[in-house]
Every structure is written in structure tokens, then in C-alpha cells.
């Protein structure tokens, strides 16, 4: 144990954590000390300082960064070969050699699938199943053409009845013509009417009331300052999507409805 002494206002340093610790009073008995660094340096009372559950968050932490330092590696890695071959893809469809990229792309979806499977393997999570074939009409609201298209036409091979918008002006120009979807997709940063606009439109409007509305993003929704449930936004979907978890929400949502 190191031993020293010091007056009110003198200050010990520590140097390899950029901290110091200074006497700020002394009273009936009672030293009040003062410490200052940096916000990551962990501060106890001894009668309080639970060793084992300290041990034990250390080791969540650990895993943690591990998992985390494990999945960058991985993603880093797996991703060569897709963006290769979305090149060589490129390179063939401009030289009309139709049968060779469909066979490039074949061999991305499986490096994609692989990816997948490697970064549930790392998080230790299951590998959902493909979301059962929902049945309904959904308004897809998103000012990007080549994602809104993909998408639609992933939902419409899933079983949905799918109609599109460019932003919230023209959604909110579909529902007042009378025509009601069992849900909107909403995108949030859009040009003319943005989603949290538009989803504020929507829950004014008693025709609309209980029109469901998933909101899909790729910031934090706190962002956007909107109710979460029937006055608000029902559901939160981040970018990029994963399409098959998306089908699962839109089937429980449809299926409820039916009930």
C-alpha cells in the first residue's frame, strides 16, 4: 500500500489512466476526495464493490467485444466475393452474356446465404425459417425507385398484393382517393412529405383510424419523435432489411387481422 499525505485542494495524479484525485474537505473525521478522468473509469465504495458481480460483467464484456471484433472480421472477409462478383456481373450483362450471370449471380446469393448463416453462428442465434406467405395489400412508401422496386417485388412473390408511392405526399394522395391497405411500409427521410409527416397525416384523418403502419429506416426511430403503438407507428423495421423477418411481422400483423 502506498501511503501519502496531502492538504486540502492537493492533488494525487494518475497519469496512465489521465486522472487525479484531490482532498476537498475534511470534516468530524471525514475525508471528501474528489476524482476526476475519464467517463470509462469504473469508481466504488469499498462496502458496496460486489467483486463477483463485477468479475462476472467483465466477462459479458468481453464477450461482447470478442463477438463484436469477430463478426467486423467476418463481414469484412465474406463481402470480397460479392462485390467481385457484382462486378464480373456487370461486365457480363454489358456483353449480353445473359447465361453466365445468372450464374454469377447464383453464386453471390449462396455467398450472401453463407454470410448470413456465419454471422448467426457468431451471435449464437437460430436461423429462421421463411416467413410463411402472408395474404393482403400493402402501400409501399419509398422515394429510392430501384429499392421500392426490389422490394415490391419481393412482397409480391411472398403473396402480397403490393401498391407503391414516392413519398408521403403521393401516399397520402392514394388513401384519400378511398383506397385502404392493411398496411403501409413507410420509409422516414423523404423529399415533399417525409414519413413522420406523413404518419402524423394518417393518425389525423378518422378514416385511416387503425391503418397499421410499419416504419422502415436506417437511423435510431428516437430520432423521429413518433408514438410507438395505434397513434403513432405500429412497428420499426431498420435498414438494411432483412426481408424474411419482415414477411414474419407482416404475416402475425395479417393474421390478426383475419382473427
Not at 205 to 229: H, N, W, Y
Not at 253 to 258: N, W
Request: aromatic fraction near 4%; glycine fraction near 10%.
Amino acid at each position: 500500500m502506498l501511503v501519502l499525505s496531502r492538504r486540502v485542494h492537493e492533488k494525487l495524479l494518475l497519469p496512465t489512466i489521465n486522472a487525479s484525485i484531490s482532498v476537498v474537505a475534511l470534516k468530524s473525521g471525514v475525508v471528501r476526495l474528489g476524482f476526476e478522468g475519464p467517463e470509462g473509469v469504473p469508481i466504488f465504495r469499498e462496502e458496496i464493490f460486489d467483486a463477483e458481480q463485477w468479475k462476472a460483467q467483465q466477462q459479458d464484456r468481453s464477450t461482447t467485444e470478442e463477438k463484436l471484433g469477430k463478426l467486423q472480421h467476418l463481414i469484412r472477409n465474406r463481402l470480397n466475393a460479392p462485390m467481385v462478383g457484382l462486378a464480373l456481373m456487370r461486365r457480363q450483362l454489358e456483353l449480353g452474356l445473359d447465361g453466365q450471370a445468372r450464374e454469377t449471380l447464383e453464386r453471390i446469393e449462396k455467398e450472401m446465404r453463407t454470410l448470413r448463416e456465419r454471422i448467426e453462428e457468431v451471435e449464437a442465434g437460430p436461423v429462421a425459417p421463411p416467413a410463411p406467405a402472408p395474404r393482403g395489400r400493402a402501400l409501399l412508401v419509398e422515394d429510392d425507385q430501384n429499392e421500392c422496386e426490389l422490394l415490391a417485388g419481393f412482397l409480391r412473390l411472398a403473396g402480397l398484393e403490393v401498391d407503391t408511392a414516392g413519398d408521403g405526399a403521393d401516399a397520402l394522395d392514394y388513401l384519400r382517393q378511398g383506397r385502404r391497405p392493411d398496411v403501409v411500409l413507410l420509409d422516414m427521410v423523404m423529399p415533399r412529405c417525409d414519413g413522420p409527416s406523413t404518419v402524423k397525416e394518417i393518425r389525423r384523418d378518422p378514416a385511416l383510424g387503425g391503418l397499421k403502419i410499419f416504419g422502415v429506416t436506417g437511423m435510431s426511430p428516437e430520432r423521429f419523435d413518433l408514438e410507438r403503438g395505434p397513434g403513432g407507428v405500429d412497428d420499426w423495421f431498420s435498414k438494411p432489411l432483412n426481408p424474411e423477418a419482415l414477411l414474419r411481422a407482416l404475416q402475425a400483423q395479417l393474421a390478426g387481422r383475419g382473427g
